[in-house]
């Protein structure tokens, strides 16, 4: 008799552990989903002339505005360039226009997306229209801002891809501008 109750005492503890239970509770514990508050850090905080680099633009909770920034640089009409990012723990949420080509009083053009397929990247192209006359700047200026989303804690770069280009009224590249172009990165804390 002692050998049927042992068996039962011992078949009843394994079926418990194999169905979850251990003999403690869990009743009443909450578990909070953690909170991100995300940031972008400059690479270049102060930048020179001839520079076009990415800045803080503010934050609200987990989504962060990156700033594209121009300084110091004369006969602007547009500019191409794609932003890199991890997108694990980052995504791209929206853009808004700047205060550079908008100074001419014409019709600025913003092409921003994430084509489809591409994850982790950000293309953007922006342009005065018909025969607006090209801007500058002696100071910074915003060209675009950026609005990213962090999910996740940690440090996640942001990088200008290749061929990042800001052209005159002909379509001609501006020459001797700061290059690479400095970026910087998001952080979730």
């Known amino acids: 008799m002692k050998a049927i109750v042992a068996w039962i005492c011992f078949a009843l503890a394994a079926v418990s552990v194999a169905c979850g239970g251990s003999g403690g509770s869990t009743a009443g514990v909450v578990v909070e989903p953690t909170t991100i508050a995300a940031s972008f850090v400059a690479e270049q905080p102060s930048p020179g002339e001839h520079t076009v680099s990415m800045a803080s633009g503010g934050s609200d909770g987990d989504e962060v505005v990156v700033r594209i ?8 009409w547009a500019a191409a360039f794609d932003v890199h990012f991890e997108p694990a ?10 205060t550079l080509l908008e100074q001419s009083g014409g019709a600025v053009n913003y092409t921003v997306e994430e084509p489809e397929g591409s994850s982790g990247l950000v293309v953007v192209g922006v ?3 018909g025969t607006t006359p090209a801007v500058g700047t002696t100071t910074t200026r915003t060209l675009v801002s950026l609005r990213f989303r962090v999910k996740d804690l940690g440090t996640f770069p942001l990088r200008f891809g290749d061929g990042a280009v800001l052209l005159d009224s002909n379509l001609d590249p501006l020459t001797g501008l700061t290059e690479p172009w400095p970026a910087g990165s998001l952080q979730g804390s």
């Open 127 to 129: 342009s005065l229209t």
């Open 69 to 76: 920034d121009v300084t110091g640089q004369d006969g602007v």
């Open 89 to 98: 723990y980052v995504e791209y949420v929206s853009y808004a226009a700047g």
